[in-house]
């Protein structure tokens, strides 16, 4: 297997969050016109999602082709933004994108709640080489990353349901990034407690 290959930091930070920020500003552009397409009238959230979606394949397909690689949370992300951003579209009904943040964080959540269930750390799995942990350091990281990502979802569900498509909008572009962002940052006594000390002997 070829091992990833590093590209420029501001390049991979535009692939990874460039289609999101996209998004919110042709959001604010757009958010208030009607558009008229096969006789068939759409708002501008469902123009602009219909203009996200192909966009974040396209960053998300140059990343692999620039890296040779892409994480399981990316893959999962892309399938389910083709998948409700599709269905959005396609009936004309903002809720399915709306509702793909809930599904995406009760995913992420559920597999690691399996993995816990069996005795294992997922997150151990995929991040390792990224945070050296003793085994009970993952443990205990991914059952507060499993309620963290529960929390996300929840919180997500009442936002698009009972506020209005602005605050959504700012809510996912902003405050999932941060809350995820506080999250690590709030771990730094696990991180020192459990990390892996190397041996220089």
């Given at each position: 297997?070829?091992?990833p290959k590093?590209?420029?930091p501001m390049?991979r930070?535009?692939l ?11 959001y604010?552009?757009?958010k208030?016109?009607?558009?008229t397409?096969?006789?068939t009238?759409?708002?501008?959230f469902i123009?602009v999602t219909?203009?996200?979606v192909?966009?974040?394949?396209l ?9 040779g690689k ?16 599709g269905?959005?579209?396609?009936l004309?009904?903002d ?7 809930t599904l995406i964080?009760?995913l992420f959540g559920?597999l690691?709640?399996?993995?816990l269930?069996?005795g294992?750390s997922y997150?151990?799995y995929v ?10 350091g ?13 929390g996300?979802?929840?919180a ?5 349901r009972f ?7 700012y809510?996912k572009?902003f405050?999932?990034?941060a809350?995820?962002f506080?999250?690590?940052m ?10 892996e000390k190397k041996?220089?002997s």
């Amino acid at each position: 297997m070829s091992e990833p290959k590093e590209i420029n930091p501001m390049l991979r930070a535009a692939l990874e969050y460039g289609p999101v920020l996209a998004f919110l500003v042709a959001y604010l552009w757009l958010k208030d016109n009607t558009y008229t397409f096969g006789g068939t009238e759409y708002d501008g959230f469902i123009v602009v999602t219909a203009m996200f979606v192909p966009l974040l394949v396209l960053s998300t397909g140059a990343l692999w082709a620039l890296t040779g690689k892409l994480s399981r949370m990316q893959v999962a992300t892309v399938v389910l933004v083709v998948i409700f951003g599709g269905l959005s579209v396609w009936l004309n009904d903002d809720r399915f994108f709306k509702m793909k943040p809930t599904l995406i964080y009760v995913l992420f959540g559920g597999l690691l709640a399996i993995g816990l269930l069996r005795g294992q750390s997922y997150l151990k799995y995929v991040m390792e080489e990224m945070m050296p942990l003793r085994d009970e350091g993952w443990m205990l990281l991914t059952k507060r990353l499993m309620f963290f990502f529960f929390g996300l979802a929840l919180a997500n569900e009442l936002i698009w349901r009972f506020f209005s498509t602005d605050t959504w909008v700012y809510f996912k572009t902003f405050g999932l990034t941060a809350a995820i962002f506080v999250f690590f940052m709030a771990q730094g006594k696990l991180f020192e407690a459990y990390g892996e000390k190397k041996d220089h002997s």
